[in-house]
């Protein structure tokens, strides 16, 4: 299992050992006998993530950490030099792009890039961009969509600008959050999410989910997550709690919530 980012915890199962030196003296002689005995403690594979997200530019990143601060500080001043933030990126109507759903008004479509050489220059701009806009590490998308993870990204008709990728590979299993997932009022508090450490079967994970911020909260997500689940797998519909979310960032975490419809939802 990944662990990855700032945010991502110890997610060992079972139990841990920790050796401890027990002193036990003996009824009989009196005598004092040093024993080694192993103290055992549970881990049961909590894990506990944190991200910040900033309420003007939309960059999630750790806060306190001197390399995401960094980071941040950049980003932040090219996003406000450029109110399209910087970085957009356009994606014309091309072979190898499957339009796995339109909006009733027809200025925005959703589409899959198939693993093909033709999409290979395209999935690595727009996996490079979501991997800046979520302050992953470099290329943690981009490799894994040479493997198994697939591509679905949404584009202004006008334009052809991309305003939403979703990155989506199979799964087995994953675990679900603890109910009663704290979501923080203030915009730039984090979220803390864990999870029972007992895995669950799960059909697809969403390795990142990312809305251009200017196209939030119009139902994007929701769509790009709909069409993964009617398209990843040939003949066969994702149900919703078969799916599970890495990187729970407090936006990620809402939008969980919201589209499992439920005070629970899986991770991995
Ligand atoms: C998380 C993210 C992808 C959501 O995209 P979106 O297109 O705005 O989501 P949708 O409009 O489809 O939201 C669907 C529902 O999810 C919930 N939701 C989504 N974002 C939310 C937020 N920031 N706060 C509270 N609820 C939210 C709402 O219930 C929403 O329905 P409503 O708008 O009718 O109330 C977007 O905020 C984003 O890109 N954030 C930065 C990157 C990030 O954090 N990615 C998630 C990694 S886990
Ligand atoms: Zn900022």
């Known amino acids: 299992m990944d662990s990855i980012g700032t945010g991502g915890g110890t ?20 005598e004092v006998v040093k024993k080694k005995r192993t103290q055992m403690c549970l881990d049961l594979g909590q894990s506990t993530m944190r991200h910040e997200t900033c309420p003007k530019c939309g960059l999630v990143y750790a806060k306190g950490e001197p390399d995401d601060e960094k980071t941040h500080a950049q980003y932040h ?4 030099a450029n109110a399209d933030g910087y ?17 009733a008004d027809g200025d925005v479509r959703c ?23 979520l302050s992953l590490p470099e290329n ?34 994953a675990f679900r959050t603890l109910p009663g997932v704290k979501l923080s009022t203030s915009a730039t508090e984090g979220t803390i999410v864990s999870h029972s450490g007992i895995p669950e079967s799960a059909r697809c994970g969403v390795r990142a989910i990312w809305t251009q911020s200017t196209a939030r909260r119009r139902g994007l997500a929701r769509e790009m997550l709909n069409t993964m689940r009617a398209h990843l797998v040939p003949g066969y519909v994702i149900a919703s709690k078969e799916c599970a979310f890495t990187q729970p960032t407090e936006a990620g975490t809402a ?11 899986l991770v991995y």
């Not at 970085?87 to 909006?103: C, F, H, M, R, Y």
């Not at 939403?164 to 590979?169: I, M, N, V």
């Not at 939008?255 to 939802?265: I, M, Q």
Request: aromatic residues 8%; positive net charge.
């Open 140 to 173: 943690w998308i981009f490799d894994q969509t040479k493997n198994q993870v697939r591509t679905f990204v949404c584009v202004e008709k006008k334009g052809n600008r991309v305003i939403g990728a979703l990155f989506a590979e199979k799964l087995r299993q």
């Open 87 to 103: 970085g957009a990126i356009t994606l014309k109507p091309d072979d190898g792009q499957s339009v796995v759903w339109e909006n």
């Open 111 to 133: 589409v899959r890039l198939d693993a093909v050489k033709a999409n290979t220059g395209a999935i690595e701009r727009v996996s490079k961009k979501v991997e800046r806009e």
């Open 11 to 30: 997610k060992s199962e079972g139990a841990r050992a920790s050796a401890s030196t027990v002193t036990k003296a003996t009824a009989k002689t009196g």
């Open 255 to 265: 939008l969980a919530l919201a589209y499992c419809d439920s005070d629970t939802f």
């Open 77 to 80: 001043a090219k996003f406000l």
